[in-house]
């Protein structure tokens, strides 16, 4: 599992984009069971909320990651920095005991759909960024067919939606 | 929206890249030592008798203090600024043990009445003033370099910038202050750090978090 998602985002660094949404994948399902289980039922905040936040801060954070060192390690490090501050906006501490981490596995958890925090951030974006990502994300179009839709130029394109997603993560949580 | 759709825009994200947090602590020391400079040519001067002093060793010894503060700390925030960064012990203690080290052979060296007067000096108020307003540039370059990093503690790495900025400014004030005995250092020269230490923290708890 280190090999092989350090491996990838070693190719996703380099430009491919199919290897990096495999790792974000792949990461997705190892973050979605550490998640769950940290917030437990009844938790400050619901775990897909908490595992995309984790998953835009993986994502804008990526240069803090050096390639010679392991990256599960970094991984948990910013899940657990993202479940301990999911308790602090609740007025609550844990402790994350990262012995806890020796047993997580990819557990086949089903993803539930989240309408909750991201869309929230999603709206409050101003308009040309919102029609990128969601044109993106939601409607599934590539940065090229999001240009010709919008009429605007692939660089503007993928500027607004790199704008848009550092926005929605700051606004994360916040609201 | 779906983790899945999010994945896919995140993916189509590629071409950004920020510099390593090396790099922007490098770049960020190279932007707060001439800022630094400007704001203590601004407020203050080296001391008249700069050069003939540098043969006095209670003035080096003010700079071995400083530089070593500011070099350990520097060190320091860029381990902090990865998630997965921890500072060494040894970081952390070289500085006061330094101090201490200094400061006790000051006060075996001074015959026992000028030892007060030697700590508390002539420059207390001013040392008080000027590091802050010469730190307090630095620091918010620091601040504004930590909020491109990743720093799991960001109220300890804004501490550690605040000291970092603190070990920059006093290094600048020492050149102008008359103030050589290491005792007046190792009092006056830490509350006025300790200051942009506190700022330092607030600032990471604040602005830091991402």
């Known amino acids: 599992m280190e090999q092989e998602l350090a491996e990838l985002m070693r190719a996703a660094l380099g430009g491919e984009d199919v290897a990096y949404a495999a790792f974000l994948r792949q990461v997705s399902g190892l973050i979605r069971s550490f998640v769950r289980r940290k917030l437990g039922a009844g938790g400050p905040a619901e775990p897909e909320d908490v595992l995309q936040e984790v998953l835009l801060a993986l994502h804008l954070k990526r240069h803090t990651w050096r390639a010679s060192e392991p990256i599960l390690p970094w991984v948990y490090a910013i899940a657990r920095y993202k479940v301990v501050d999911a308790y602090r906006r609740r007025g609550q501490r844990v402790v994350v005991d990262i012995d806890d981490l020796s047993d997580v596995l990819a557990a086949p958890e089903q993803e539930t759909a989240s309408e909750r925090d991201i869309e929230r951030a999603l709206s409050s974006l101003p308009a040309g960024q919102r029609a990128v990502v969601t044109s993106i994300s939601l409607e599934g179009r590539s940065i090229g067919e999001t240009a010709n839709r919008l009429t605007m130029k692939e660089t503007a394109v993928r500027v607004a939606l790199h704008r848009g997603l550092a926005a929605i993560a700051a606004k994360f949580g916040r609201t | ?210």
């Open chain 2, 1 to 210: 929206m779906k983790t899945e759709d999010l994945i896919r825009a995140l993916a189509s994200d590629g071409t950004v890249k920020a510099p390593s947090p090396e790099r922007t602590c490098a770049r960020a020391i190279l932007l707060a030592v001439p800022l630094a400079a400007a704001v203590f040519l601004v407020i203050l001067r080296p001391r008249p008798d700069f050069m003939e002093s540098l043969d006095s060793l209670r003035f080096l010894s003010k700079f071995l203090v400083t530089l070593t503060l500011f070099a350990t700390m520097a060190y320091a925030t860029m381990h902090l600024a990865r998630p997965t960064g921890r500072a060494s012990a040894w970081s952390f203690v070289l500085t006061p043990v330094l101090v201490v080290l200094v400061a006790a052979m000051e006060w075996l060296v001074l015959p026992p009445g000028t030892r007060l007067p030697a700590m508390l000096g002539h420059n207390a108020l001013i040392c008080m003033t000027a590091i802050p307003v010469i730190g307090l540039l630095p620091l918010g370059v620091f601040i504004m370099a930590l909020r491109q990093c990743a720093p799991t503690a960001p109220a300890l790495a804004g501490t550690i910038a605040g000291l970092m900025a603190g070990g920059l400014a006093a290094t600048f004030y020492a050149s102008h202050c008359t103030d050589d005995s290491p005792l007046f250092v190792a009092l006056w020269y830490s509350l006025a750090v300790g200051v942009l230490a506190i700022v330092g923290g607030l600032a990471g708890r604040w602005f830091v978090r991402w």
